[in-house]
């Protein structure tokens, strides 16, 4: 049933190494297990050592495998934690159904093909599922029961949600999102919830606080990485995460209702929390060691979510998203699908020429994004670049938007400098763009500041159009002479 990238995939749902998907996290890990996707480590601590492994496993090499830590210290043999979920290009395709890729843009373009069909399939309600196995209602609500790891040394407590799903309903219009953020374990039965202004999450419960009611809450900590990947990427206001994820699954969630608000549970979760918050209900959270490599936000006053009932599985999972100085256990699955998405994002605009984006871990899946055109027309760089800095996916906290030639890999940090080195002319070719979206989590933005803005560097490093046809010709042998002199002296080369 395997498949490589050149099958058509617009024209089948699930081409991947098996013909159904995956049922739940559990049988997503054995299916990744198998392809040595999966390295079991026992023994570590919830103590700084989870976060300390997951640093110097994805610091050593890029697409490290999954990390399954057992016989956590001081936990029950079976309560598991999982970092990395979706960090290669393989465990991407498993995880949404692609053929195995040969390279990550392969990935990439899978995922907008697939985006080309993508309708969403909303969940649908179901009476039973594996999540209801355990139920620890009111006073027997104790978060320590869970291995939730003290990430990094100066964290300010034990975050129980990295790799998770804020699941909130907006008061107003109904729908659901389903958005990662992070939470901290306050006490056995409260924990804080960061969420940075503009987000979804935010808008819905200062709509809540605006007609003074308390914001119904679920936390979701162990899920299939399908339902994490929609949750940590900018989709449409107003589009469930659980539609989105539904139409790259081919067929919907099942979802259970919560016991007090009735919000929808992913019936094959592992581990969920349900509580609300309330206005003026607050508690210090943070510090947390982020995404961009920094402490950039300081502890502060935060939402507590005091916590009713939890529920879990038999010998759960809890999965884990550790931010660190990249590249980190989730860089490269989220370059994938931030890439896929700017690029759909220049299409939709109207554009056409572009060859390939790359958003670069060493940028933090935000910061570095590359794209690559043919050039058409005086201006379409420019325009490309505008775009790829102002659209839905790419505005959040971004920095520099390199737009390179066709003949430029976009994946290949050197091949981007020297483009920039040699094709563009910075007082020409670098433009500013000032007052743009971002949040505390910059850290170029002093703490404290009452607003979050930051700038953008546009740099246009393909040749200047108008010099095209006579701009100093590329010194390279061409593919012909290369081979046939690597054929001919292939021993050594071999050798070197
Ligand atoms: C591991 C991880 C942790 C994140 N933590 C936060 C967070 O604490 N607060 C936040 O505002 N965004 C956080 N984000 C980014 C949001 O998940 C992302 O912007 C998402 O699109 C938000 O969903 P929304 O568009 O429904 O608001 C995190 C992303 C990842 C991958």
């Not at 990662?180 to 419960?205: E, F």
Request: hydrophobic residues 40%; proline residues 7%; charged residues 25%.
């Amino acid at each position: 049933m395997s498949q490589t990238m050149d099958s058509k995939t617009s024209d089948r749902k699930w081409l991947g190494l098996y013909d159904r998907p995956h049922r739940d996290l559990r049988e997503f890990l054995e299916r990744a297990e198998s392809l040595g996707e999966v390295t079991r480590v026992k023994g570590a601590s919830w103590d700084l050592e989870l976060g300390a492994l997951a640093e110097i496993v994805n610091h050593k090499r890029s697409e490290a495998p999954a990390l399954l830590f057992e016989d956590i210290t001081g936990y029950p043999k079976g309560f598991r934690v999982l970092s990395g979920s979706g960090n290669s290009s393989k465990r991407m395709a498993l995880m949404l159904g692609f053929p195995m890729p040969r390279t990550a843009i392969d990935v990439v373009q899978a995922y907008r093909d697939r985006m080309k069909l993508h309708k969403p399939i909303p969940p649908t309600t179901v009476k039973h599922g594996p999540i209801l196995e355990n139920i620890d209602r009111d006073e027997n609500v104790d978060l320590y029961k869970f291995p939730a790891p003290r990430v990094h040394e100066k964290d300010g407590g034990r975050y129980i949600g990295t790799e998770d799903l804020v699941i909130m309903r907006d008061p107003d219009e109904g729908w659901v999102n389903a958005a990662t953020y992070r939470v901290q374990v306050h006490s056995k039965n409260s924990t804080g919830l960061w969420m940075s202004p503009g987000k979804h999450g935010r808008q819905i419960r200062d709509k809540y606080f605006k007609q003074g009611r308390p914001c119904p809450v679920l936390v979701c900590c162990g899920h299939d990485p399908l339902l994490f990947l929609a949750a940590a990427n900018e989709i449409k206001f107003g589009v469930s995460e659980f539609d989105y994820a539904g139409g790259h699954r081919g067929e919907p969630f099942e979802v259970i209702p919560s016991e007090i608000h009735g919000l929808p549970m992913p019936a094959h979760a592992e581990i969920i929390l349900e509580g609300e918050l309330t206005e003026g209900d607050l508690h210090t959270e943070g510090p947390f060691g982020e995404f961009t490599g920094y402490y950039a936000s300081p502890s502060s006053e935060q939402p507590v979510i005091r916590v009713h009932r939890v529920y879990h599985r038999n010998d759960p999972i809890l999965t884990l998203a550790t931010p660190m100085r990249p590249p980190s256990d989730m860089s490269f699955g989220r370059s994938i699908v931030k890439s896929g998405m700017i690029w759909d994002a220049i299409e939709r605009a109207g554009i056409s020429g572009v060859q390939a984006v790359w958003c670069h871990e060493a940028g933090a899946m935000r910061l570095f994004n590359v794209i690559s055109i043919k050039q058409a027309y005086a201006g379409h760089a420019k325009q490309v670049g505008l775009v790829a800095a102002g659209c839905q996916a790419g505005a959040y906290l971004g920095r520099f938007v390199v737009v390179v030639d066709d003949d430029v890999d976009p994946t290949d940090l050197f091949d981007v400098v020297w483009a920039m080195c040699t094709r563009c002319d910075p007082a020409l070719d670098i433009e500013i763009i000032r007052r743009m979206w971002s949040g505390p989590l910059d850290p170029i933005i002093p703490h404290g500041s009452p607003v979050n803005y930051s700038s953008r560097g546009l740099i246009d490093a393909c040749r200047p159009f108008e010099r095209i046809k006579d701009f100093p010709a590329v010194v390279g042998a061409t593919p012909e002479l290369r081979a046939r002199v690597a054929a001919k002296f292939a021993d050594i080369l071999n050798k070197i």
